[in-house]
Structure formats: structure tokens, C-alpha cells
Nanobody, 131 residues
């Protein structure tokens, strides 16, 4: 398993941008698909997006499509979540997660939204968007 640590959260005004980072330990990072989830107070954790192990495929929740971009740098064992045009409803704790998935192929749209699929989770980073 990989160990994951998120960073980059903070307070931002509506319409602003933040980039979250997810640092992974271990030599097998490139064998994992990476997902991003978020959890607002009183809400269940929800899927934000995911990226396949080599970055060929990305997937996004409808609520963030066109505003958020997921990327990764396997040489640095890093995954990123670029968040633009932030809204107050984006306020949440954001988590990255790793899914052992050595097959680089296009998946069904909801494939990576299943939390049980993920082997490792980070501790989360708070994002607060003020109106």
C-alpha cells in the first residue's frame, strides 16, 4: 500500500482557485489510479474525480466538471486537484485515495466513485470557500 498526504487546502473567496496536492510514498504509485473525494459537514463523502495510473483517463463528478482538473506526476509520486471557479458549496474536507489498478483502460463513468475500491486514503485537507 501507499501512504498518502494531502496539502494545499485553505480559505479562498468564491471564484478563486486552489491546487491540492497528494504526496504518495512507495515505489508502486504508478500502479494506482488516484481518486479525489470530499466531505462537507453533515454530508456523506462524495466522489470528486479520478485519474488512471498513467493519466490517460480522467473522470469527474458532474458538480465539478469544467472547473476541476486532476493530474499526476508519477516521477514525483504526486497527484493534484486543480480547482477553479470555486463556489461556497465546494467547502469540504478533501481526500485523495489510491486504487490498485494496473490496467490502463477506459472505465465506466462511475467505476472510481466506489469508495470501497480504494486501498489507501489520506488524512484530508480543509477547503473553505467564502461568499
Amino acid at each position: 500500500q501507499v501512504q498518502l498526504v494531502e496539502s494545499g487546502g485553505g480559505l479562498v473567496q468564491a471564484g478563486g482557485s486552489l491546487r491540492l496536492s497528494c504526496a504518495a510514498s512507495g515505489r508502486t504509485f504508478r500502479m494506482y489510479a488516484m481518486g479525489w473525494f470530499r466531505q462537507a459537514p453533515g454530508n456523506e463523502r462524495e466522489f470528486v474525480g479520478a485519474i488512471s495510473r498513467n493519466g490517460a483517463f480522467t473522470y469527474y463528478a458532474e458538480s465539478v466538471k469544467g472547473r476541476f482538473t486532476i493530474s499526476r506526476d508519477n516521477a514525483k509520486n504526486m497527484a493534484y486537484l486543480q480547482m477553479n471557479s470555486l463556489k461556497p458549496e465546494d467547502t469540504a474536507v478533501y481526500y485523495c485515495a489510491a486504487d490498485w489498478d494496473p490496467d490502463e483502460k477506459l472505465r465506466a463513468g462511475n467505476y472510481y466513485s466506489e469508495m470501497s475500491r480504494y486501498d489507501s486514503w489520506g488524512q484530508g485537507t480543509q477547503v473553505t470557500v467564502s461568499s
